[in-house]
T-cell receptor, first 115, second 115 residues
Framework: GDSVTQMEGPVTLSEEAFLTINCTYT??????LFWYVQYPGEGLQLLLK?????DKGSNKGFEATYRKETTSFHLEKGSVQVSDSAVYFC??????????????FGIGTKLQVIP | DAGVTQSPTHLIKTRGQQVTLRCSPK?????VSWYQQALGQGPQFIFQ???????QRGNFPDRFSGHQFPNYSSELNVNALLLGDSALYLC??????????????FGEGSWLTVV
């Protein structure tokens, strides 16, 4: 079945450090890929997305490129801030039939940024 | 523009009881999905509603049921609660038009604790 694999956390970085969170996927067909962020005690917020191979999604300094050849969608940021501390979920969507879709999530990677 | 809204935000129930959670989708959205997020895990797809019918279902028992109303709002019902049902329940909505690239927006969630 379809699945998303993320690097295990937690990830602890100093402010202004470079961030990479690895994500790979297994899917039948051509998924769309997403990164969602969850701040403590809150729901999920869409961070960025890419809908086809070689697309780059970007938002708030975060970037991820849809790599079909390596089935990956790694999240990067050049300089993290304390306010980026959250749990990051890699996710994919595929049509279910009838055009409906569901989101398949990874386990989530907790990021802690220290001053 | 209000996003996806859910109620209640927190609730505590006893084993064997029944619970109803409510969701209003983002304005203009007609499709509602429900997800269960256990502590430290990624969200898991429960089911999806469109035109007041359940269209797709994840691997959840019949104790989990739902409803969608003509105004697109939705309810999630869980009967015979178990301790393992303690989780964050997330409602998600998406726009008309089919395709795996449509962004799915999530609410803040309802925290259910079963004691």
């Amino acid at each position: 079945g379809d699945s998303v694999t993320q690097m295990e956390g937690p990830v602890t970085l100093s402010e202004e450090a470079f961030l990479t969170i690895n994500c790979t996927y297994t899917a039948t067909g051509y998924p769309s890929l997403f990164w969602y962020v969850q701040y403590p005690g809150e729901g999920l917020q869409l961070l960025l997305k890419a809908t086809k191979a070689d697309d780059k999604g970007s938002n708030k300094g975060f970037e991820a490129t849809y790599r079909k050849e390596t089935t990956s969608f790694h999240l990067e940021k050049g300089s993290v801030q304390v306010s980026d501390s959250a749990v990051y979920f890699c996710a994919l969507t595929l049509p279910l039939g009838g055009g409906y879709q569901k989101v398949t999530f990874g386990i989530g990677t907790k990021l802690q940024v220290i001053p | 523009d209000a996003g996806v809204t859910q109620s209640p935000t927190h609730l505590i129930k006893t084993r064997g009881q029944q619970v109803t959670l409510r969701c209003s989708p983002k304005s203009g959205h007609d499709t509602v999905s429900w997800y269960q997020q256990a502590l430290g895990q990624g969200p898991q797809f429960i089911f999806q509603y469109y035109e007041e019918e359940e269209r797709q279902r994840g691997n959840f028992p019949d104790r989990f049921s739902g409803h969608q109303f003509p105004n697109y709002s939705s309810e999630l019902n869980v009967n015979a609660l178990l301790l393992g049902d303690s989780a964050l329940y997330l409602c998600a909505s998406s726009s008309p038009g089919r395709g795996s690239g449509n962004t799915i927006y999530f609410g803040e969630g309802s925290w259910l604790t079963v004691v």
